[in-house]
C-alpha cells in the first residue's frame, strides 16, 4: 500500500485528467483510518480482560470502572491538544506521535505489576487515541472529495467496528489457550500486548501519506498542496478549490479561533457538534462494548459462552457499519441518524422491560441487543464522526472537532466509569431505560436541530452557518 502511495504522489505533476482520482484518495484515506482499528482495538480489549484483571487485583466495582474508564482520561487529555498540535505540527505529524504513544501504552498494559502501572499505561495510551478519534476523520474529510466524504470519512468507523470485532475473537484465543489460573494471571497481558502490532503498522504508513492540503493552504503553503489537489481532482478542479479554500480563510483572520467559535453561526454549529458527540455515547454504546461479557454473565452465561456472545455483537456492528458506509451518502446523515436513534430507544426499553420482569434467560435481551447495536452502527457510529469532520469551517475546524472529541470522550468516560456501580445500585433495568431516555432525546434533537450536510463541500458548510 505504502508503494502505490508514493507512485500516486510522485505522478502528480503530470497532467490529469478532469475526474476524481478514487483510488489515491481511497488508499490515503484507508491509511489515515487505521487510527480507527486502534481505536477499536483498545476500547474492546478490555472487555475480555477486565473480568481477569478483577481476580487478579481483587478490585472493587468502582475500581473495575476506573480500569476501563482509565484510558477515556487519556483520550480526553489526547483530544483537547489534538486541535492545537494539529494546526501547528500539521495533521500528519501529530498522527505519528499518537501511533507511537498507542503502542507504549499497549506494552505499557502488558507488563504492570501493579493495578496503578496499568493505569498509568492506559491513560499514555489513551492520549494516542483522543488523538486519532480526532485527526483520523478530520484528515479523510479535508481530503475527501465532497461527493464521496461521507463514505470516505466513514471508514474511520469501519475501521474501529474492525478493530472490536477482531479483538473479541481474538479475546476468546486467547482465553481459550490456558485453563482459568493463566488466564487471571496471563491471558489478559497477551490481550493488550498485540496491539503493538496494528499501533506500529499506522505508524510506518503515516510516513507515505501527505498532508492534509486544507491545512497547507491555510500555513500559506499552496504550492505545496496544489500537487496532492491535482492528483485527487485533475488540473482545473484543483486550483478551483485551492482559491475557495484561500477565500475561506481569508474571511476572518485565523487569530482568535476560539473566540471565533462563539459568534452568531458558528455557536450553533459548536452546539450541534457536542451534543452529537455526547449522545453518541451516553445512549449506552460503550455499555455494551466494554461490558458485554460481564452483561451476559449476569444473565447466566458462562465464561466461553459471554465471550461468544460477544463476537455476535462485534459480527453485527461490523456487518451494519459497511451498510452504512454504503447508505450514508445515499440517503444521508440526518435521515441514518434518525432512524437509529428511533430503533435504539425500543431496544433499550425493550431490554431494560426484560431485567425488570427478570426474563433474562431465553434469547430476548440478547436478540434486541443486538438490534441495538446494528442500529447504532447504521446511525450514530459512523453518522457523528461524519458530521463532526464537515460541519465546522476551515479555519477554526481543528479547534472545533478537539472541543467536540473531548465532549464526546467525556460522555465515554462518564458512561465507562458508572456503569458497573449503577448495574449494582440502580439495577440493570433502570440503567437501560436511563441510555433509552437518551436515545430518544437523540431522535427529537436530530430532528429539530441537525441539518443534511450531504453533498456539501466543506466550504458550503460554512456558508451555511453564516447564515444562520
Known sequence: MAVVIKQHMAAAESPQPE?????????????????????????????????????????????????????????????GFSGVLSERFGRKNVLIAAALLFVIGSIGSAIPAT??????????????????????????????????RGRLVALNQFAIVTGIFVVYFLNMWIAGMGDDAWDVSTAWRWMFAVGAVPGLLFFILLFFIPESPR???????????????????????AKKEVLEIKESFKQEQQSGSLKQLFKPGLRTALFVGVMLAILQHVTGINAIMYYAPEIFKTMGAGTDASLTQTILIGLINFLFTILAVWLIDKVGRKALLLVGSSLMTVCLAVIGGAFYTGLTTGPLVLIF??????????????????????????????????????????????????????????????????FGAASLFTFFFTWRSVPETKGKTLEDMEAMWAAK
Open 215 to 237: 491545512w497547507l493552504i491555510k500555513q500559506g503553503k499552496a504550492a505545496q498542496a496544489l500537487p496532492i489537489l491535482l492528483r485527487i481532482h485533475g488540473e482545473e478542479a
Open 19 to 79: 475526474k476524481i482520482n478514487m483510488t489515491f484518495v481511497t488508499l490515503v484515506s484507508i491509511v489515515a483510518a487505521l487510527g480507527g482499528l486502534l481505536f477499536g482495538f483498545d476500547i474492546a480489549v478490555v472487555s475480555g480482560a477486565i473480568g481477569f484483571m478483577e481476580q487478579k487485583f481483587m478490585l472493587s466495582s468502582m475500581q473495575v470502572g476506573w480500569a476501563v474508564s482509565s484510558l477515556i482520561v487519556g483520550c480526553i487529555v489526547g483530544a
Open 369 to 434: 441487543i443486538l438490534v441495538y447495536v446494528a442500529a447504532f452502527a447504521i446511525s450514530l457510529g459512523p453518522v457523528v464522526w461524519v458530521m463532526l469532520s464537515e460541519i465546522f469551517p476551515n479555519r477554526v475546524r481543528g479547534i472545533a472537532i478537539a472541543i467536540a472529541s473531548v465532549a464526546l470522550w467525556g460522555g465515554d468516560y462518564v458512561v465507562s466509569q458508572m456503569f458497573p456501580p449503577m448495574l449494582e445500585f440502580a439495577g440493570a433495568a433502570m440503567t437501560f431505560w436511563i
Open 115 to 148: 493495578f496503578s502501572s496499568y493505569i498509568i499505561a492506559r491513560i499514555i495510551g489513551g492520549i494516542g487515541i483522543g488523538i486519532t478519534s480526532t485527526l483520523c476523520p478530520l484528515y479523510n474529510a479535508e481530503i475527501a472529495p465532497a461527493k464521496f
